[in-house]
């Protein structure tokens, strides 16, 4: 176990190490950071690296068996009446807990909180109960992300402007480090059960579940009867000693341990009562599920107290120190180079990698996953710096972007398609939430540009690239044997069943 930990935070450090180093080099050479500020950052990366650590630990040893275990047991009840209200109970119980939201809810102030929060969290429900029924019904992943999509676009046109940007926004914000392993692992338990001769029927869960967010904002936005509220600016956190330094970080702790707990805790209940009806492992395994849920438990804390207390502050006030300059465009290579390295940082990305590689045996591997996502976060935030300096609207980036991404599904082995479109979700994490989206808040405030308009959509575009670079990696993959066609085989035994019935 030791071992296993010291890998997990060596990995850890790997990550986070190259864009803290970035930060501390831009302090020094291009936008000057008090030393109160600096302190607080390092000391967040420090609780990063080892929350990173802790949770990717926590993860292989609870959560993703917990998921694996409940999503194929679900599937055996084989009764629809009972398995969809189940996945919409699932997915609205462990969205409203992901943290990501409720840091975009906080920083959007149209609508009170918990509607937005209730209003993501159902979309999320709907589309995991719909994603099930994708996978009984053999449906085409890509047709239904046509077909959603065109959705989607289409309702775009009746959306106030001010909430176009957050509603694709959300639908990146929801798949965040606590619904990722565990909606995965239920997608990869249920296609073992339901649909076990195709492999990308194991992916394409979190694909779906980010289309709900944005419509069920989206109509919101329509009939909610508000107009757009001011923006509050990020107050930026001031310590004078290393007393002070510990007092910030210790005072919001209690806070995130609070909210990890409520994250968690759904899951706990949902196990625990398929454990007694269904399951009755083993006590050691038992015993394994719970150390993984403490690691996971106590990783998340680590993590989110570093990143809320210092990334969110650091971010917004390098973007506005970086507006600030003469020469403003370094904003674009800037963005981007920070877009490449944060990436790595996200806990849903080493989940995901590690998922797919593992699933494709090895074709995928970890390293030329994570080189296409890392370029398609950078090319993302290099294009949301260049609208928020040229005013250029998001339509002209989220309609040609998403067009190109769901085009290229035809050419690309369809498992290629359906973990790139997972993987759009998954990018857009904390990190993105916490200092991406603050550092565009903090540029743009400075520019004198319309918050709600220019920095929101940063979300979107980092969900969106990844859907495009990952397929053009599987055009290497994939390119040899020609272009993809997707054959539905038959729908297997157990599925009729649960169609029958």
Known sequence: MNEKLKEK??????????????????????????????ALFVVGATLLIFGMGLFSLGVDMSMLPMGEHMGSHITKLRRLPLILPLCFFMGTAITIAEPDLTVLAGQVPHIPNMTIIVTVAAGVGIFLAAAFLRLVFRLSLR?????????????????????????????GVTTGPITVPFIMSIGIGMASVVANSRDDDSFGLIALCSIGPILSV??????????????????????????????????????????VGQALLPIVLFFSLFQMLHLKLPRRELTRLAVGMLYT?????????????????TGNMIGSLIAALPYRWILVPIGMLIGYYIVKAEPAVHVLTSQVEEITAGCVSRGAMMGALSAGVSISIGLAMLRMLTGISIW??????????LGLQFFVPPVISAIAFDSGGVASGPMTATFLLPFAIGACERLG?????????LVAMVAMTPLITIQLMGLIYGGKSGPAEEEAPPIPAEAEEIIDL
């Open 143 to 171: 047709y239904l992300l046509l077909g959603l999509y065109a959705l989607v676009f289409g309702l775009a046109f009746f959306v106030p402007p001010e909430f176009l940007a957050v509603a694709f926004d959300s639908g």
């Open 297 to 313: 438990f106590l990783g998340l804390v680590l993590f989110l107290t570093g990143v809320n207390v210092a990334f969110m502050p």
């Open 449 to 457: 540009g319309n918050v709600f308009v220019e920095a929101f959509g």
């Open 9 to 38: 935070i060596s990995e850890s450090l790997s990550s986070v190490l190259p864009v803290t180093g970035l930060v501390l080099l831009l302090s020094v050479a291009v936008t000057p950071l008090d030393i109160g500020t600096l």
């Open 396 to 405: 002209f980036y989220l309609v040609p972007g998403y067009a190109l991404a």
């Open 218 to 259: 989206m109509i919101l936005s329509i009939f909610y009867p508000t107009g757009a509220g001011a923006y509050t600016p990020i107050e930026p956190v001031r310590v004078a000693d290393s007393r002070e330094l510990a007092g910030v970080f210790l005072r919001q702790l209690p806070h995130y341990v609070l909210e």
